[in-house]
């Protein structure tokens, strides 16, 4: 019966990290998926999170299921941590937030819902993007192009090309931006190029789709969200899939969150709903503990101190880090090349090695980079950094 069915090629992520996990090399670096690993190369339980871990085990209790958007609390702490406390949208109510498996699933659920309503329209992504962004809205039926973005011959933006093509979409096209932390070039949009961007949304009737898996990793909390709080407070259409993968370390739990931004309470409590029916239609509802977890640390005020205040330390070390690899590589490396490892921001540094020279690290050198040349910085640490440097000056001197 399903003999036609062709064998899965694979993702071009998770199964490098599987390679890497079958890898018996004792020197193996894992640079590949954007996962923080500390610098003991562990991936860390955050005090806060084992804390407010501690205080759910002991007061476990039965486990009906979940409203299909998931608990209120969550949903509550999860709006005012992406469009802040005072946000003028989430004290009119226009704002629909569901819990959701991870920002994947965020990505998904919004797909799914916008395909119903905006069947003619094409969902338009940075050249280039995370590579499940064109798999998420294809499969749920929409053409994917893209707009361009990222320079090689610079290491930065196409600004001005990349608001050209924008400002010439036909209206209720769908525009997919990061908010921070751009996966995979670690290239982002300033404040003003988001403030010139924002109108060019608004007055092309565009719907703003925004990926923020890295709330935090960037400049900091709130730094991070200012695109969603620039494109919300000038009334652009705005969906927003977010992540507590990386800033919870939370990424079995999968938990994240899709809001949805509207014009009016009324309507967004309509959209609310069809939300919710697009859950049904999916999974039903969302899991119990690691929503409980995150609501918990946010909503408790010491443990979202020592929540930020561990956060904060893990992109200081993402810093560190990218000045031991700029340091280590500049007598190999050079210009651009070289100052992308500094300038570019949150896990990532699109190192400009070709698919050739990644395979060559991988395979005598026992690093793993993506084969599109991207780096996990928070991969690095203080001692593999002198490995993974030496393996790059070689692969790049032969
Ligand atoms: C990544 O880009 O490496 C992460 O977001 C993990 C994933 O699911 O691809």
Redesign the pocket.
Known sequence: MFSQVDAYPG?P??SL?EAFGHDPRPHKVNL????YFDDDGRLPVMQAVRDAETAVLSDIGPRPYLPMAGTAAYRDAVQALVFGEHSAARREQRIATLQTL???GALRVGADFLKRYFRESTVWISDPS???HRVVFESAGFPVETYPYYDDATGGLRFDAMMQTIAALPPCSIVLLHACCH??TGVDLSQSQWQALVPVLRERGLIAFVDM?YQGFGDGLDADAFAVRALTGAGVPTVVAN?F??NFSL?GERCGALSVVCATADEASRVFGQLTGTVRANYSNPPTHGARLVAQVLSTPPLRRAWEAELDSMRTRIATMRSQIHARLAPHVSGEKLSRYVAQRG??TYTGLSAAQADTLRETHGVYL?RSG?M?VAGLNTRNVDTVAHAIAQVLTQ
């Open positions: 993702d992520i998770l990290n590949s998926i954007g996962i991870g920002g994947g995370w590579d499940n996966n995979p898996a992540s993968s990386k990424y896990m990532f993506l991207r996990c």
